[in-house]
């Protein structure tokens, strides 16, 4: 049995809305992609963001999802398009999940 946290899935979250804002924002601003180049910076957080998703993949014991995201960290996506290819894997494993919650006071008949 997997015994995580929520504040797993919401930090998943996060990170997935995090990377997708710098997309949007390099996209809105700069809609020609060889201007996009200029704010490098930026687009590397993708990366560190990606880096940080592909963690909480592993544990929260979603393979594919980890696995195709490892596959395409050295190569951070640039538009919204090819992010949200990588994320819908996340989802889509997310999907064959069931969480339970189980309150404290009994926990310990599950443990």
Known sequence: MLRVYADRYIDLGERINDAKAVLQ???DNFPIESDRQMIRKELDKIGADLIEIEGLCRELEL???SKL???H???P???????????DA?????EG???LYVPTNLAKFYA
């Open 90 to 94: 996340v989802y889509a494993e997310l």
């Open 97 to 99: 999940k069931l969480f």
């Open 63 to 65: 393979p594919t999802a």
């Open 25 to 27: 924002y390099t996209e």
């Open 73 to 75: 960290m050295g190569t």
């Open 69 to 71: 995201i490892r596959k």
């Open 77 to 87: 996506p640039n538009t919204r398009r090819e992010y949200q290819i990588l994320i």
